[in-house]
């Protein structure tokens, strides 16, 4: 963690106005130089003293990002990050002033954390940037619309496809979650999601015998896949199904019997070689 307490007062501001967001840190690219100079302990204090001279601007940066979900102590640590990176990448001798520098630097540190970090799905990267660029568009337009725009007018906008601003926006559901523990009004006297949620299904084991036993049933004459769909799963007796096919409720019993020693001796078979191939395997 990045702490505001300076090491070394020699370069740290004092007055208001260095303070401000008025300033322009013209001060910092003289000591970056001292600190390329320096060796050792005598590096080491001149850089932190740069890094707590400069963290207001930081701060800033990361006020300029406030009110999108994300905690705000979250903001200010990224962007200082970012300005740590400006500082130790800043080359004095290419004659630009450090705020130039520095400000894109901290600022794309921000962006790159909403981009990758704050996320609470897996989301492709391209769908995340359009998600951003979709975002400070809507913005915009609503502003100047006085209502929501469409996707199709974010798309013109944009200049992306309308299947990619609906992605987007499909995507930014994505960005936070909410608990099932949570509350629909925010009140305990409405229910939480988990208590609107069904209950466990107890039948969720017959789908892996389904899934078994499909192939033998497919390999059924059509007969007597016909009269064990009747009697199994559309529940009729045999003396409905003998009616129904025009045959002996006799004759349906030994359909049966014998169609069910069948499927038996299939799925069997079919774990055997199952076994088999995964012990080869």
Not at 57 to 77: M, S
Not at 119 to 132: F, H
Not at 176 to 198: K, M, N, Q, V
Not at 201 to 225: C, M, N, T, Y
Request: charged share 30%.
């Amino acid at each position: 963690m990045i702490s505001n307490d300076s090491p070394d007062r020699s370069v740290a501001p004092t007055s208001a106005r260095s303070r401000s967001h008025d300033d322009d840190y013209s001060d910092v690219p003289d000591v970056l130089s001292q600190v390329a100079a320096a060796r050792g302990r005598d590096r080491e204090r001149l850089r932190d003293s740069v890094i707590a001279r400069c963290l207001p601007l930081a701060d800033h940066v990361a006020r300029r990002f406030g009110g999108r979900g994300e905690p705000y102590d979250d903001l200010v640590q990224v962007a200082r990050v970012g300005l740590v990176n400006a500082i130790d990448r800043y080359d004095p001798e290419r004659g630009s002033d450090f705020l130039s520098f520095a400000v894109p630097t901290v600022m794309g540190e921000v962006r790159r954390y909403f981009r990758d970090a704050a996320w609470c799905m897996r989301v492709p990267r391209r769908t995340k940037e359009n998600y951003l660029q979709i975002t400070r568009v809507s913005d915009a337009l609503s502003q100047r619309l006085g209502r929501s725009p469409k996707p199709s007018e974010i798309a013109a906008e944009t200049g992306l496809a309308i299947d990619d601003v609906i992605d987007g926006l499909v995507a930014g559901a994505s960005y936070h979650t909410t608990s099932i523990d949570a509350e629909f009004g925010g009140d305990s006297a409405t229910p939480s999601i988990r208590e609107t949620l069904g209950s466990r299904d107890e039948r969720i084991g017959q789908i892996d015998e389904l899934v078994s036993v499909r192939p033998a049933i497919d390999a059924l004459p059509p007969r007597e896949r016909r009269i064990l769909v009747l009697r199994y799963f559309d529940s009729m007796s045999q003396s409905q199904i003998a009616r129904e096919i025009g045959i002996s409720q006799m004759h349906v019993s030994r359909i049966l019997s014998a169609t069910l020693d069948r499927l038996r001796a299939g799925v069997r078979d079919r774990s055997v070689d199952e076994d088999w191939t995964a012990g080869a395997a």
